[in-house]
Antibody, heavy 114, light 109 residues
Framework: QVQLVESGGGVVQPGGSLRLSCAAS????????MHWVRQAPGKGLEWVAF????????YYADSVKGRFTISRDNSKNTLYLQMNSLRAEDTAVYYC???????WGQGTLVTVSS | EIVLTQSPATLSLSPGERATLSCRAS??????LAWYQQKPGQAPRLLIY???NRATGIPARFSGSGSGTDFTLTISSLEPEDFAVYYC???????????FGPGTKVDIK
């Protein structure tokens, strides 16, 4: 069955960096675009970024553009989110999801705090 | 940028009652609207896509309707496991991005 498993979350100071991973299994990862979506504590869902199946095109929310980079390694069936210049408002649970959002990971918590 | 508005913010109902949730878009999204259910500590779960199509494994008591700017999610008879937060979402194919509504919480009266 389809599984998406995020990892890499943790506590980081403002201005710091973190890289999230999303390990995919149960489907042909290299054939599908993938999203990152986040949810601040007690808040709603916010789309963060999308990458095409082959990594050729990437799209970002304005709130993270220039600071976050989405990437993928199809040989490892893994999606990444490199997060730089982190701010307190980036504190959230980060989910990976497939192109049509019918499969989601369990999420990984990122806390930006001094 | 398309903005989604959901109403009401909270819906207090009893098991067995009918729930009607609304989602309004700031401009037409055609039928490219989805609904998600989220329970505490869990990831969102796709219920409805393209306004009225139930996702795999979703019970028939969930139905979606609407097009253009006004959409409705109906739960015909609430089961105990249906008390949760529901989000609508507009997904554009180009550029590929998504916008979520603020959510409607369905809680037990």
């Amino acid at each position: 069955q389809v599984q998406l498993v995020e990892s890499g979350g943790g506590v980081v100071q403002p201005g710091g960096s973190l890289r999230l991973s999303c390990a995919a299994s149960g489907f042909t990862f290299s054939s599908y675009g993938m999203h990152w979506v986040r949810q601040a504590p007690g808040k709603g869902l916010e789309w963060v970024a999308f990458i095409r199946y082959d990594g050729s095109n990437k799209y970002y929310a304005d709130s993270v553009k220039g600071r976050f980079t989405i990437s993928r390694d199809n040989s490892k069936n893994t999606l990444y989110l490199q997060m730089n210049s982190l701010r307190a408002e980036d504190t959230a649970v980060y989910y990976c999801a497939n192109r049509i959002f019918d499969y989601w990971g369990q999420g990984t918590l990122v806390t930006v705090s001094s | 940028e398309i903005v989604l508005t959901q109403s009401p913010a909270t819906l207090s109902l009893s098991p067995g009652e009918r729930a009607t949730l609304s989602c309004r878009a700031s401009q037409s999204v055609s039928s490219y609207l989805a609904w998600y259910q989220q329970k505490p500590g869990q990831a969102p779960r796709l219920l409805i896509y393209d306004a009225s199509n139930r996702a795999t494994g979703i019970p028939a008591r969930f139905s979606g309707s609407g097009s253009g700017t006004d959409f409705t999610l109906t739960i015909s008879s609430l089961e105990p496991e249906d008390f949760a937060v529901y989000y609508c979402q507009q997904r554009s194919n180009w550029p590929p991005r998504a916008t979520f509504g603020p959510g409607t919480k369905v809680d037990i009266k």
